[in-house]
C-alpha cells in the first residue's frame, strides 16, 4: 500500500540550446571547449548548426519503492512498477523533445528526432559532459563512477536544429533514381 500523498514520481527536466560545428566523428559545442567525438552522432546531426541538449528524471522515488518490493520478495509488484517508471521517463523525454521541437519551429529551425548516449558508436561515458554542461544537479541528476545517472529513471539526449528552408535532394538520392534501360 502507498501511503497518501507520498509521490513516487516527481518529474523535473532541463535543457539548452548550443551553436555546434558538425564534422565527421565529432561534435564541438561552440563556446564551451567541449567536444563529443562520435562518428554515429556526428551523422545523425548533419546538417545542424545547433543542438539541444537536454537531461529529464522522474526522481528516485519510485526506484526505492522497486527495490522495497524486490528486497520483500514481492517480484510481480517491482517488476510492474519498474515497467511504469521506465514509461514515465520516455514520456517525460517526449514532452521535453516536444517542448524543444516548438521551440525550434518558432526560431525557424527543424529538429531531428533525438539520440542518447549509448546509441551508436556514442560512449555512455559522455554522460558526465552533458550533465555538467546542464548543470544536472538543479534537477537532481548525477552520474556514477560508471557513468549511469542517478537516479536510474533519467534521460540525456541530443536533438540537432536546422535551419528551415528549400534542402536540396541530396546526390545518394538522385544516383537510385535513374530511367530504366530500353
Given at each position: 500500500m502507498i501511503e497518501e500523498g507520498y509521490a513516487l514520481i516527481e518529474p523535473k527536466a532541463s535543457y539548452e540550446i548550443f551553436d555546434v560545428k558538425i564534422f565527421r566523428d565529432e561534435v564541438r559545442i561552440s563556446g564551451k571547449r567541449s567536444v563529443i567525438k562520435s562518428r554515429s552522432l556526428a551523422a545523425h546531426l548533419k546538417g545542424a548548426?545547433?543542438?539541444a541538449l537536454f537531461v529529464c528524471t522522474i526522481g528516485g522515488q519510485l526506484a526505492h519503492k522497486v527495490n522495497d518490493y524486490a528486497a520483500k520478495g514481492e517480484i510481480a509488484r517491482a517488476t510492474v512498477l519498474d515497467?511504469?517508471?521506465s514509461e514515465a521517463a520516455?514520456?517525460?523525454a517526449e514532452k521535453v523533445?516536444?517542448?524543444i521541437r516548438k521551440k525550434a519551429s518558432s526560431e525557424g529551425y527543424?529538429?531531428?528526432i533525438r539520440f542518447s548516449p549509448g546509441y551508436g558508436d556514442w560512449t555512455i561515458f559522455d554522460q558526465v559532459k552533458i550533465?555538467?554542461?546542464l548543470k544536472a544537479n538543479k534537477v537532481g541528476v548525477k552520474a556514477i563512477k560508471s557513468c549511469i545517472m542517478v537516479p536510474e529513471k533519467s534521460v540525456t539526449a541530443c536533438i540537432g536544429l536546422i535551419r528551415k528552408g528549400p534542402r536540396p535532394i541530396r546526390k545518394v538520392y538522385e544516383e537510385h533514381i535513374k530511367p530504366p534501360k530500353k
Open positions: 548548426s545547433k543542438i515497467a511504469v517508471g520516455e514520456a517525460l523533445d516536444d517542448l527543424s529538429t531531428v550533465l555538467k554542461l
